[in-house]
T-cell receptor
Framework: GEDVEQSLFLSVREGDSSVINCTYT??????LYWYKQEPGAGLQLLTY?????DMKQDQRLTVLLNKKDKHLSLRIADTQTGDSAIYFC??????FGAGTRLTVKP | DTGVSQNPRHKITKRGQNVTFRCDPI?????LYWYRQTLGQGPEFLTYFQNEAQLEKSRLLSDRFSAERPKGSFSTLEIQRTEQGDSAMYLC??????????????FGEGSRLTVL
């Protein structure tokens, strides 16, 4: 999606933290979303953040939102091999970024 | 199964033929989206419906593509005179936007189109 940009690849070692970044353009987005797509599977909502929040933590996941810079990030702590997937950022109108392929090496 | 259902799961067709995909959303969801996804790309928005009304259609969508949701339940996406560039996964998603929920999209597993 031209309105949502992400870096395409990220490779980390098991146990490290992963940080996936996204920039968006629609400043009116009420919610911003992270979806996960595992190989051969459909997209599933991973987490989301309401636009009046700066941070949201959900177990190993931390979402940071910088509204001024229209920057969203997803941090995965203690990354596991099962976290290997493509992660998509999406904004209010359900426009998606191209996805970041996370590869976790043992 | 109460999830979003799409069929057929895979369609192989020759260039120039017409194809139709069907999506059955989650029953209480009034909003339905169609996306196209090619390898290495994110879902590209095609169109969406609120009940039976088609509220938005991507500027990138050629007039060979048409979508309907006649009774506000299932939807069909038809591609006429298919071209090789139409080969992709066609994704359907539904949601029930309300003031008290996040508008999470629930995706089907997709219909893969291969145009020879």
């Amino acid at each position: 999606g031209e309105d949502v940009e992400q870096s395409l690849f990220l490779s980390v070692r098991e146990g490290d933290s992963s940080v996936i970044n996204c920039t968006y353009t629609d400043s009116s987005s009420t919610y911003l979303y992270w979806y996960k797509q595992e190989p051969g599977a459909g997209l599933q909502l991973l987490t989301y953040i309401f636009s009046n929040m700066d941070m949201k933590q959900d177990q190993r996941l931390t979402v940071l939102l910088n509204k001024k810079d229209k920057h969203l990030s997803l941090r995965i702590a203690d990354t596991q091999t099962g976290d290997s997937a493509i992660y998509f950022c999406a904004e209010r109108d359900m426009r998606f970024g191209a996805g970041t392929r996370l590869t976790v090496k043992p | 199964d109460t999830g979003v259902s799409q069929n057929p799961r895979h369609k192989i067709t020759k260039r120039g033929q017409n194809v139709t995909f069907r999506c059955d959303p989650i029953s209480e969801h009034n909003r339905l989206y169609w996306y196209r996804q090619t390898l290495g790309q994110g879902p590209e928005f095609l169109t969406y419906f609120q009940n039976e009304a088609q509220l938005e259609k991507s500027r990138l969508l050629s007039d060979r593509f048409s979508a309907e949701r006649p009774k506000g339940s299932f939807s069909t996406l038809e591609i006429q005179r298919t071209e090789q560039g139409d080969s992709a996964m066609y994704l359907c998603a539904s949601t029930q936007p309300r003031g008290d929920n996040t508008g999470e999209l629930f995706f089907g597993e997709g219909s893969r189109l291969t145009v020879l």
